[in-house]
């Protein structure tokens, strides 16, 4: 009997496969640490024969834990960590290493593209802002920097795109990812415009074929049968990007609701569904992204700032760092849970922290690859706890930045990744957004929301609505109302963290001068 649903997630942290069966319950899941390294001070890059490797792995590990899981298949399918550029030749091995959407090295590019007048027409069809993680901006890098990285490259991927080729042989890319890096998001295709504005006509053969996964799929192929221990020909499914499927997995579609969805992992995500063309909300500053969901004329809006939780694993690696000088070791297990210690230990007005920890900079609702982390306001009353709870209070008034780009503050907001399960952090973020918070009690959304368009695929659901309302809707908690004394402070801070960030950008540009002098 086939009765379940894989869906694989390779993110930027860990790399996982979850079985579900057919009414949406998690039975089993297998998850390796993702690898990646750094290349100088901004690039940031990941072998791609591991990944494929790790991702087998995670089948396989699978399987030793279900009976006779082969037989039991329905289908598989994919997502995996967005944007960047994974090459490979005609014969379907890597060209290089895939660039992750980490990696910065196009940041001068960005503004060059963004300075030579022809974004906004760009931006009017993807309705989505240049940023130097995007593969369209490294493709163009590579090309003037860097030409013979492209010598041999016959298709470009991204990380999903590679793993579905690795299960099936076929070269695709999903809709989500190809609309808003070089296609319009009204017609699902790739847009000959773009693609010249971007500079890139010469690169066109890089762009495969656009495959819905929402109604089409590729059977699994002999040689990965063979080495994940699955039957051949079970059907694969190309999921939409990794941020489409954690929004679908933790609730985001939900017409006629004032409800906004924020993933809160190593980066932050902050979304708005529209459910047509029309509803899609162009700002005047070219950023964030549209999104084609697994729905038919329906997208998710979206604001990213590029650092979410990387800020607090920072903010824990100074402690820990302090800590192990002075003959101390601490896991990060202790760590964290020192952490709500200071957090309660923390004043009630902290000084003001701009959370663009990663050396990518930023990417919502501002694009500025120099955009540097910064405490404002320090006194001499100013400890470690009140540093903490800075960097808390930060992530949150740059959810509220993000959110504030897109139109109205959403009256809830459903809220998913791994510091979701910080009651401290729920409670901040309700405060900075005014809304209340409601969190989902499925860990692994983006593996769902993955098997949710494998299960519409292959027919077992009529529609994504009823999917949703089998797999999503059980799995809410009860809304956790905002706290309103923490609405009022975050009311009276977020013109300060605005002014500042804005202010603080000509002195980023200068810290970013001085420092590619000395290397």
């Known amino acids: 009997m086939r009765d ?91 060209v290089g290493k895939g660039w992750l959407w980490l990696d910065a090295r196009a940041g001068d590019t960005v503004l060059r593209l963004r300075g030579e007048g022809g974004d906004a027409e760009r931006f009017s069809h993807t309705g989505s802002g240049l940023a130097a993680c995007q593969q369209g901006s490294q493709l163009r890098w590579m090309l003037h920097e860097a030409p013979e990285m492209l010598e041999g490259a016959s298709t470009g991927f991204h990380c999903k795109d590679w793993l579905y080729f690795k299960l099936t042989g076929i070269r695709a890319t999903d809709p989500s990812e190809a609309c808003f890096t070089f296609g319009d998001f009204r017609t699902r295709a790739y847009s000959e415009t773009v693609i010249d504005v971007l500079g890139l006509r010469g690169q066109k053969y890089l762009l495969p074929d656009i495959v819905d996964g929402a109604v089409t799929h590729h059977g699994l192929s002999e040689s990965a049968a063979a080495l994940t221990g699955l039957v051949a020909g079970t059907p694969i499914v190309l999921g939409y990007v990794d ?11 939900d017409p006629g609701s004032d409800t906004g969805c924020s993933i809160i992992g190593s980066t932050g995500m902050h979304m708005r569904l529209a459910t047509s063309p029309d509803d899609v909300r162009l700002n005047d500053d070219l950023t964030g992204y549209t999104m084609c969901m697994p729905i038919p004329g329906v997208y998710a809006q979206m604001q990213s700032n590029m650092a979410a939780t990387l800020n607090i694993d920072w903010i824990l690696s100074v402690a820990g760092g302090l800590l192990k000088s002075m003959g101390v070791e601490k896991t990060k297990a202790e760590l964290l849970a020192q952490m709500e210690v200071w957090l309660a230990e923390a004043n009630d007005r902290p000084p003001i922290f701009h959370p663009y920890i990663s050396e990518a900079g930023e990417r919502g609702p501002f694009v500025d690859a120099s955009a540097r982390a910064s405490f404002i306001g320090l006194t001499m009353s100013s400890g470690f706890p009140d540093m903490v709870r800075a960097v808390f209070d930060g992530l949150a008034l740059a959810a509220r930045d993000c959110y504030l780009a897109m139109g109205p503050l959403p009256q809830r907001v459903r809220l998913t990744g791994g510091a979701a399960r910080s009651a401290a952090l729920r409670r901040i973020l309700g405060g900075a957004l005014g809304a209340s918070i409601q969190a989902s009690e499925r860990e692994e959304a983006g593996a769902a929301g993955a098997a949710m368009i494998a299960a519409v695929s292959l027919g077992l659901y009529g529609s994504m609505a009823e999917c949703i309302e089998e797999w999503v809707t059980p799995c809410q908690r009860p809304a956790e109302p905002a706290d309103e004394k923490l609405s009022r402070h975050f009311d009276a801070v977020f013109p300060a963290y605005r002014q500042s960030r804005e202010v603080l950008r000509p002195v980023w540009e200068t810290m970013t001068k001085q420092q590619d002098k000395v290397q």
């Not at 941020?243 to 579609?253: D, F, K, R």
């Open 4 to 94: 379940i649903l894989i869906g694989i997630d390779a993110g930027t942290s860990v790399i996982k496969s979850v079985a579900f069966d057919l009414k949406g319950r998690q039975i089993a899941a297998a998850a390796v640490p993702n690898s990646y390294e750094t290349v100088g001070r901004t690039g940031a890059v990941q072998d791609m024969a591991r990944t494929w490797a790790d991702t087998a792995r995670t089948l396989c590990e699978l399987s030793g834990k279900i009976e006779n899981l082969g037989a039991r298949v329905v289908a598989i399918a994919v997502t995996g960590q967005g944007d960047g550029t994974w090459l490979i030749d005609k014969a379907g091995d890597p």
């Open 243 to 253: 941020v489409v499927c954690t929004s679908l997995g933790a609730g985001l579609y």
